[in-house]
């Protein structure tokens, strides 16, 4: 995947909701198919992200953490 098909979020220090609602507005700029990747350290996102696709039909790809620090890649819908 080639960069410009990717955004980046930096959500880190952030507490729910807001990881989700900033992706929410983020995704507004972002293309169909191309891919946002979202920074965050709250643990409550996974949960958060997982429910925010599942209402969008947005396709989350991927979450991973490593050292309290998630990364999330979240594929635009159409």
Known sequence: ??????TVLDATGLRCPLPVLRARKAMKSV???AVLEV???DPGAVADFQAFCQTTGDELLSWDEADGRFTFQIRKAG
């Open 1 to 6: 995947m080639s960069d410009a098909s990717k």
């Open 31 to 33: 293309e169909p198919g």
């Open 39 to 41: 920074l965050a350290t």
